[in-house]
C-alpha cells in the first residue's frame, strides 16, 4: 500500500510510531497528484510549502489542500475568477492558519465554480474538475476541487465551503465525507464571501474520524469574525463506542413523493435498516414550507448576498485592472464586464434587482420572513427527532459540460442541502456504498451545535456501510 | 410581471456590467424565469413574521478602542501587484 493512501488518522498513528517520515508522505501525495492532475484538474495552484518547513503541532507533516476562495498569505487565491487576478492576500483565512499552526502542509489550492456559485465545478475562469470515479462526470461542486483531491488521494483531507450544498454535494458524487458544520462553529475570517449569512467552513476526508480530527483544529470562537460562536461545544474526540439506541432518525414526510435516482432511493432504504438494527427510532417529520418554498428564499437571499459582496471588485484594490479606460465609469464597466463569469453575472444581476428599492420589499424581505418560517419550521422538527435523514441530491453526477438551459431546474436539485443552510445547521454528507464504479452519498442533519454527536452517529454508518476506496484517478498518465 | 430586455440591461448597468446582446438575452430569460420563481412567497401570510437576522441571538462583538499595531507594512507592499515604491498605485478614481 502507497502512504498517499492511507487515511489522515493511520498517517497520524504512523508517523509517531516512526514507521515513515513526513518527507516521505509528502513524496507519495505529491506522485499521486502528479499521476492524476492532468485528467482530474482539482488544483487552480499547486504550492511549494514543504514538511521541512512545517511547524510542529498534532498535524505535523501532514498534507493539505484548501479551496481556493480561503485567503492564504503570500499565495495566490483567486476563487477562480478572472477578476481576482494574480492576488496574493496579505494574510490566512482562520480555518488555514489553525491547520498551518498545527504542522499541515500546503499542497495546493483547489478549484471550485467561481465565487462558490455552482454545484458542478464547472464555473470555473480555470476549467472544469472532473470525478476522479469516471472523469466524463461533474464532481460536483462548488468544492469539486477539494473532493476530487482527497477522493483520488492527493491528501487525506482537504478544506471546502458550503453556501447551500458545496461541501455535502462534491462529497456525494466523489465519495468522500463532508461535513458543513452549524453556522458559528468555524470562522468565516478569511473565506471571499458569496453569501455571508449562509457560507460557512467544512472538511472532507475518507473516514468520519477524520472529519473529527480536522474539526477539533478548525473549529472554535475566533475574534476576527464576529458570527463566529464562544462557548459551544466543540469537543470531537473520537470514540468508537458510540451508539444511536433509542435516538430518532426521521425522514422528510413531503419529501417521500420526490423522485430519486434508483442508487439514491435504494441507499436511503439501506441506511434507514442499518439505523433501525442499531436501535435507532425511524420517524417522519413534516416541514411543508422547506419542501415548497426554501429554494425560492435560499436563492433570494444568495443572490441579493452576493450582489452587495462583489460590488468590492472594481479594479481599484484587488486583482484585475485596466489602465487605459476613459473614466471610473469604463473602468468599473470593463474590469467587472471581463472579470466575471457568466453565472456571476446572472447572480449579480439578479440580486441587484431583487434589492432595488421598488422591490425590496416584494422580493428580498419577503424572502428572509420565508427564511424565519424555515428555521421555526427546523427548531419544531428537532424537537420531535434527533436527526433528520435525506439525500444529498435527487440525482447521480451528470457529465461534465451538460448544462440546463433552465437555471431554476439546476437550483431545484439543491432542495436536499440549501435548507440547512437557511437554519445554519450542521449536515454531514456520508458515505453508503457503489453503484457500479459510482458512490453513493447521503445526508444526517442535526439540530444547531450538535456537530459532535452527528460524526459520532457517522462513526456508526461508517462501521455498517464501510469506508470509500480512493478513486482510481481517471486515466491515470 | 415580466421585465424587458431595456429594463434588465438598466439593472446590469447600476451592476456595472456590460452585457452583449447574447448575454442580455440570457439574463432577461434566467431574471424572468427567477422572479416568476419567487411569486411563490405570495402564497405565504407574513404579514406578522419576523424578517430572519440570524439563527440564535448573538452579543454585538464591540472591541476595545485600542490601537494595535501593525508591523507587516513591507510585506503588504511586496504582495501586491500594483506597488509604486512604498505606496500602492490604484488606478485614477477622480475625474476631472
Redesign the interface.
Known sequence: MELYELNLWMLMEGLKAGKFSASEIFTSCKKRIDQCEESIHALITRTDDTPQSAKDGSLSGIPTIIKDNLCT??IRTTAASRIL??????YDATAWARLRDAGCVLMGKANMDEFAMGNTCGNSAFGPTRNPNDTSLVPGGSSGGSAAAVSAGYVPFSLGSDTGGSIRQPASYCGVYGLKPT??MVSRYGLISYGS?LDQIGPFARTVRDLQIVMSVISGHD?MD??S?RDKPHDFTHNENVSIKGKKIAVVKEFQGFTLDAPIAEAMDRVKKVLADEGAIITEVSLP?VS??A???Y??LA?SEA?TNLERY????LGY???D?R???E????V??YG?G?EV??R???G???T?PTRCE??Y?????????I?QEFARAFGETDYILQPVTPSMPGKVGEKDD???KGYEADLYTLPVNL??LPGLSFFTGYAGSLPVGLQLIGR?WSDSELLDAGIILERHLGSPRIANGGDVV | MNLTSEEVNDIALESRLLLTEEELAGAVRYINSFLDALQCFKELDLKDVEPFSFAEAIECPLREDKVIPFHDTDMIIHESEHVDGSYFRVPRIMEE
Do not use: Q
Open positions: 498569505k503570500g487576478g494574480n492576488w496574493r492576500p496579505p453556522y458559528g449569512s475574534k464576529s458570527s460562536f414550507v415548497k418554498y429554494v425560492a428564499c436563492y433570494a443572490m450582489h472594481d479594479g481599484v484594490r485592472t485596466v489602465k479606460a473614466g471610473i465609469k473602468m468599473f464597466e470593463r467587472r464586464s466575471f457568466a453575472k446572472a449579480i444581476i439578479a441587484t434587482c431583487l432595488e416584494e422580493y424581505v419577503a424572502a428572509t420572513k420565508v427564511r424565519t418560517l428555521a433552465d437555471a431554476m437554519a445554519g444547531r
